[in-house]
């Protein structure tokens, strides 16, 4: 086990060095800077704001001064507003944080339950309506049903407040998240459960007079939740990192709007910062969902 998180330690290192080495030359590639705006500058103008951030510099100088700068934990200040992207970061991704776990919780529960119903109603009503709701959700993007969802329940119908910061109402922004997460834990559900009672273990629980209850939950859920817990820790990530259109469209002033705005005004150090920040976010999870997944069924092998 510490061999392989050592491994697996090692490995994100290398990875999150090559995500800051990809954004950060790719970002410098693309023609135009982040002081190009509407408003024209003079020569002078933009070489003396150049100077200040070190854009006067060559890319690959650029470079190795950011990732020493970022070695001692400064991620720098924003090109547009001058406030610290370390702080920008904390702030916005308490809420993004907020939406994003109860997503989670909502798709793990409804996910579960509903897997767990369509197995053992398998071939009836029931599991033919959970598999048709299953594969529209699971085809349908996040951004798609937030916006289905703002125009129904906020405009047509009035019945959900549109979100403020006064007033946050996060009953849209996570039902839009959760749907396409909960239809993916069903899928998983359902078919490890069908594979889970077909065991011998579970013929032999049931031969012995085991209530079917403890069948089901104690003998059967627990193998089934294997390949659920493999895809929480990922999908934590993905939600986290994943709200970012979804909070364009609910106007909540999380770190996906943050990020989205920082791509649209080309401020480069937010751009490395939110992206370095939620890549380490998807390593971090992906690690632990291995070593949960290791811990639940310790006969798994992590070679």
């Known amino acids: 086990m510490a061999k392989y998180i050592v491994k697996r330690v090692l490995l994100a290192i290398v990875t999150l060095f090559l995500v800051c080495f990809i954004t950060f030359f790719a970002m410098n590639a693309i023609p135009g800077g982040p002081f190009n705006g509407e408003k024209a500058k003079t020569q002078a103008v933009m070489d003396a704001l150049n100077k200040r951030y070190g854009l006067d510099k060559p890319v690959g100088v650029q470079f190795i001064n950011y990732m020493k700068n970022l070695l001692h934990g400064d991620f720098g200040i924003s090109l547009k507003t001058g406030r610290s ?4 970061i904390r702030e916005s ?117 085991v209530k079917p209850l403890k069948v089901i939950f104690v003998h059967t859920l627990r193998n089934a939740l294997i390949p659920v817990i493999t895809y929480v820790g990922p999908l934590i990530a993905s939600i986290l990192t994943g709200s970012l259109v979804v909070e ?13 705005d920082s791509i649209t005004n080309r401020d480069y150090t937010m751009i490395m910062g939110t992206t370095i920040f939620l890549a380490t976010i998807m390593v971090i999870m992906n690690l632990l969902s291995d070593i949960v997944y290791k811990i639940v069924d310790p006969r798994i092998k992590l070679d």
């Open 85 to 88: 992207i370390a702080k920008t």
């Open 93 to 209: 991704f308490a809420i993004s944080a907020k939406l994003g776990l109860m997503a989670v919780v909502v798709a793990l529960v409804f996910g579960i339950v509903l897997g767990c119903l369509a197995a053992l109603k398998r071939n009836t009503w029931i599991d033919h309506v959970i598999i048709f709701f299953v594969t529209l959700f699971t085809a349908m993007p996040s951004f798609v049903a937030a916006s289905f969802l703002l125009l129904i329940f906020c405009i047509q119908l009035g019945w959900v407040p549109v979100w403020s910061t006064a007033n946050p109402n996060y009953v849209l922004p996570v039902i839009a998240l959760s749907l396409s997460p909960m239809a993916t834990i069903t899928r998983l559900t359902k078919t490890s459960m069908l594979d889970a009672l077909g065991q011998d273990y579970v013929r032999t629980a049931r031969a012995k007079g």
């Open 248 to 260: 364009k469209i609910f106007t909540i002033g999380g770190l996906g709007s943050k990020f989205v």
